[in-house]
């Protein structure tokens, strides 16, 4: 194992521990502030709130596994922090459906008929990744050896959904960003929403995850970027409902 990686585990778990505390903060002020919204959306937010504990407590636990349970070793990675990583990518797509619906409301504009589209191919890629996810998940239950083995053998699965997903955030972002525009801000406050509401930050973090796994696999911090990334898209989200 890179010894490199401890540190950027124990640096990702306390990450993901505040930005779990950042969602549930926000998630609480949406349920207090609108309490007769849609059963629909209100349950699909607690389902990814849910989700976003789960990811959080599974990284921790790769945490104890590696600095508690095997101190003073070097054992390979836990496969637990590779399934917790799936697991954070069952969240992306779901969130950015949420986010292409919220570019077909643009379309609803007189003049804006293309977003339709726009809405339609991003939903497209969510549905792919999702479908990526769901395959990587079943191959990950039933895989027998490393984490290292296991990026080799499925790297073009893994490739095609860091791909895909780093695509759709930028059409996401940019789409966004747009509307935005149109709007009166000061630079501040469109900054400030830009980048907390169209996922601009999930953008940067899924290219360099991308980049990171597809030119060094074995260093393995690709996957706390992915994990990272994951409470990132998690506070993001939270994000659209509180403001």
């Known amino acids: ?137 079943m191959q990950v239950m039933r895989f027998i050896g490393s984490v290292d083995d296991f990026a080799v053998e499925w790297a073009w699965l893994v490739e095609s959904l860091l791909g895909t997903t780093a695509v759709l955030d930028i059409i996401v972002t940019a789409v966004m960003g747009c509307g935005m525009q149109r709007g009166e801000m000061n630079a501040i406050d469109l900054l400030v929403s830009w980048t907390g509401q169209t996922g601009l930050i999930t953008s940067i973090s899924a290219i360099a995850v991308l980049i990171w796994f597809t030119f060094n696999k074995t260093d393995h911090i690709w996957l706390s970027l992915l994990i990272l990334t994951t409470g990132c898209t998690s506070v993001s989200f939270a994000s659209t409902f509180t403001n």
């Open 1 to 137: 194992m890179n010894p490199n990686l401890i540190g950027s585990i124990e640096i990702v778990s306390l990450l993901s521990v505040i930005l779990l505390g950042m969602s549930v903060v926000q998630v609480y002020v949406y349920y207090i502030n609108f309490p007769h919204d849609s059963r629909v959306v209100r349950s699909l937010i607690a389902l990814l709130t849910l989700l976003t504990f789960l990811h959080a407590c599974g990284t921790c636990y790769s945490l104890y596994i590696i600095t508690i349970k095997h101190y003073g070793l070097f054992p390979p990675i836990p496969f637990q922090l590779l399934k917790t990583a799936i697991l954070g990518c069952f969240i992306h797509p779901i969130v950015q459906a949420i986010f292409a619906a919220r570019i077909y409301q643009l379309s609803t504009q007189e003049g804006q008929a293309r977003f339709r589209v726009i809405a339609a191919v991003c939903w497209s890629l969510a549905g792919f990744i999702f479908g990526c996810t769901v395959l990587l998940s």
